[in-house]
């Protein structure tokens, strides 16, 4: 499975977009891009995948690049309840998801 | 919506005592689960891939006489920390796949287990 490097820490002001990085250079053709947050002491919760193109849900958008070695996942109005740790997990087949360091997130009032 | 759940949400025990944590998918069937562990400040690890009807798979590193798993139904499966220490306490996480669809789709987690030993 691709490494990931991710900022450790970002801050937001709360109602702005949040754009959290992520680099994936070794990133094979069948892997999909996940993305995880994790609130503090709770299960992480899905955010949103995605293979080549842009994806956009309810939650967020992913924008991957074209050579597919990056994404950013953006969260358009950050709240105060988005506040967490957010993991990029490039998985392969099967359905494993191993987790890298991810992002601490803090949406600032 | 499907739902992963575990039991109990958190646990203290003695040390050399042995725990049992439930892990149970809500409305769907899951063959396949996976256990992870997660100490403080740090990310999720994953332990091991419980096997409905079949041995669970471990990952490098991890005990398998110490982390028992046992995935007897479609819809439970049970990790037990035997003989535990304090080196033990963690937070522990299951998950599961979304049902009815390939491969590359998401998982759902459970609220996760406190475990401290004492």
């Known amino acids: 499975d691709a490494k990931t490097t991710q900022p450790p820490s970002m801050d937001c002001a709360e109602g702005r977009a949040a754009n959290l990085p992520c680099n994936h250079s070794?990133?094979?053709?069948?892997?999909?891009v996940y993305w995880y947050r994790q609130i503090h002491s709770q299960g992480p919760q899905y955010i949103i995948h995605?293979?080549?193109n842009n994806e956009t849900n309810e939650m967020a958008s992913l924008i991957i690049t074209e050579d597919r070695k990056s994404s950013t996942l953006i969260l358009p109005h950050a709240t105060l309840r988005d506040t967490a740790v957010y993991y990029c997990?490039?998985?392969?087949?099967?359905?494993?998801?191993?987790f890298g360091t991810g992002t601490s997130l803090t949406v600032i009032p | 919506g499907a739902v992963v759940s575990q039991h109990p949400s958190w646990v203290i025990c003695k040390s050399g005592t042995s725990v049992k944590i439930e892990c149970r998918s809500l409305?769907?069937?899951?063959?396949?689960m996976f256990w992870y562990r997660q100490f403080p400040k740090q990310s999720l690890m994953l332990m091991a891939t419980?096997?409905?009807?079949?041995?669970?798979?471990?990952e490098q590193g991890v005990e398998k006489d110490k982390f028992l798993i046992n995935h007897a139904s479609l819809t439970l499966s049970t990790l037990t920390v035997t003989s535990a220490h304090p080196e033990d306490s963690s937070f522990y996480i299951c998950?599961?796949?979304?049902?009815?669809?390939?491969?590359?789709?998401?998982?759902?987690f459970g609220q996760g287990t406190r475990l401290t030993v004492v």
């Open positions: 995605g293979l080549k």
């Open positions: 070794t990133i094979s053709g069948n892997e999909y």
């Open positions: 409305d769907f069937q899951a063959t396949t």
């Open positions: 997990i490039p998985r392969n087949t099967g359905n494993q998801f191993y």
């Open positions: 419980s096997n409905e009807g079949s041995k669970a798979t471990y």
């Open positions: 998950s599961a796949p979304r049902p009815g669809a390939g491969m590359n789709t998401e998982a759902f």
